[in-house]
């Protein structure tokens, strides 16, 4: 049995809890606390450094991609993206595998990992760093992959189920069989007004959506592949999909499941690292094995007020109060369209290769290193290494073609170095 601790804003002490692990035979309990979490920015202590030696374990930006935590063999580090710094770090005497945060507030979801790590992998310690403790755990029977957050909810995802909590008071509100998933595969959207988590479904190709506020649940047949990436809007409207072929991405609408646009990376199998979609949904970036950070244009117009809903929509409870999705060519002189071939006209005569829309623009990388991009301010995007390399480059969003790097730094050195 697990003993939970669970935050207080008054006493700042973790008191336990009266619920039991979820994954324990008996159904966890409801704890008698009415409790909440006291949340303020994350602040530079004395223990930051231009040290860089510490070998990394782990990369994750935060829900607004403002920043991202590195997880090391010694503990975690905070690094803004504009302007590039290294903000804060927490030492410890053993490793961490995951670093979760909550936007730039003081707590954290850690999950320790590396040949000596500081918590056990089948345990999330909520962590705030104000009282420079752990005031919160999660003990489950297997190795946690993957932890989400936002304000009102904590994800845990293992390799068969997911578990979603409040954050309240950690109580368990939802459990959700997946098939296998080793890489932790799942996105929660983090709209205050919107609560949304995609993951993968019992079959394969399949992305199960579970929209909170709506109480639906929706299963998108994505791919006939296994699913190897996926990512959503902010407000989870949209969802964007790759599978472990990694030639094509779709674009789904969360709500009824269509398909709304189809890109394609390339013509060989590859493996995707990553896919994120910029915040008004009009850039994709996908990156791969293949060394090529890959934007797209998209056609796909999110919010303002529709001139009729679907009849999906309309469906749906409570969809009256909800933005409207479309696929709509709104380019633009300052939009670009993404290039497709000169024999796209003899769409349904060919085959499906020849009408495929191919990337707009395009950066160059190291092969076979791992890469996670995201979308930043004026028209750029992020770029981490699991090599402890960082890239900010602008793209041309008229013309797109090459992407120009604006900044290069190397904050840590690979846990393979």
């Known amino acids: 049995m697990a ?30 606390h009415q409790s909440s979490t006291s949340l303020s920015p994350l602040q530079a202590t004395s223990e930051s450094s231009s040290n860089n030696e510490a070998p990394l374990l782990g990369t994750y930006f935060n829900q607004d991609y403002g920043c991202f ?23 410890f005497r053993g490793g961490i595998g995951i670093v979760e945060m909550l936007f730039r507030c003081n707590i954290l979801a850690l999950v320790g990992g590396g040949k000596n790590p500081q918590y056990p992998p089948n345990k999330v310690m909520i962590w705030d760093d104000h009282q420079s403790r752990c005031i919160g755990e999660l003990s489950f029977r297997s190795e946690v992959r993957a932890v989400k957050l936002r304000r009102d909810r904590i994800v845990v995802v293992l390799e068969h189920k997911i578990y979603v909590y409040k954050f309240q008071d950690l109580k ?55 699913i190897a990436c996926f990512t959503l809007t902010s407000d989870g409207l949209l969802l964007a999909t790759a599978s472990t072929k990694g030639t094509l991405v779709r674009i789904f609408n ?5 398909r709304l646009q189809e890109v394609r990376r390339g013509v060989d199998r590859a493996e995707i690292y990553s896919i994120a979609l910029s915040p008004a949904a009009q850039w994709l970036a996908v990156s791969s094995d293949k060394g090529t950070v890959h934007i797209f ?109 604006q900044e290069y730094a190397r904050f840590l050195k690979s846990h393979t170095n």
């Open 254 to 258: 969360t709500l009824d499941g269509s």
């Open 172 to 226: 368990l509100l939802h459990q959700i069989e997946t098939l296998a998933n080793p890489k932790g595969l799942c996105v929660l959207s983090h709209a205050t007004n919107s609560c949304v988590l995609a993951c993968p479904g019992l079959h394969r190709g399949q992305v199960r959506v579970e929209h909170y506020g709506l109480k639906t649940t929706k299963f998108i047949s994505a791919h006939d592949s296994h």
């Open 69 to 91: 935590a590195c997880g090391t063999d010694q503990g975690f580090r905070i690094y803004n993206c504009d302007p590039f710094e290294e903000t804060f770090r927490r030492n």
């Open 3 to 32: 003993t939970t601790s669970v935050p207080m804003r008054s006493p700042p002490s973790p008191s336990p809890s009266g619920y039991q692990s979820p994954d324990s035979e008996q159904s966890p309990a409801q704890s008698g």
């Open 297 to 405: 244009s998209l056609k796909v117009q999110v919010g303002g007020e529709a001139p009729s809903k679907s009849s999906a929509m309309k469906d749906l409870p409570g969809s009256s109060d909800l933005p409207y999705v479309l696929v709509d060519n709104f380019f633009t002189p300052h939009t670009g369209a993404n290039p497709s071939s000169s024999l796209s006209f003899m769409k349904g005569v060919l085959p499906k290769y020849f009408s495929s829309e191919w990337s707009f623009a395009q950066f160059h990388l190291p092969e076979n290193t791992r890469f996670l991009v995201a979308f930043g301010r004026q028209n750029t995007i992020v770029i981490l290494g699991l090599d402890g390399s960082f890239y900010r480059c602008v793209f041309d969003p008229v013309h797109g073609g090459e992407i120009v790097q």
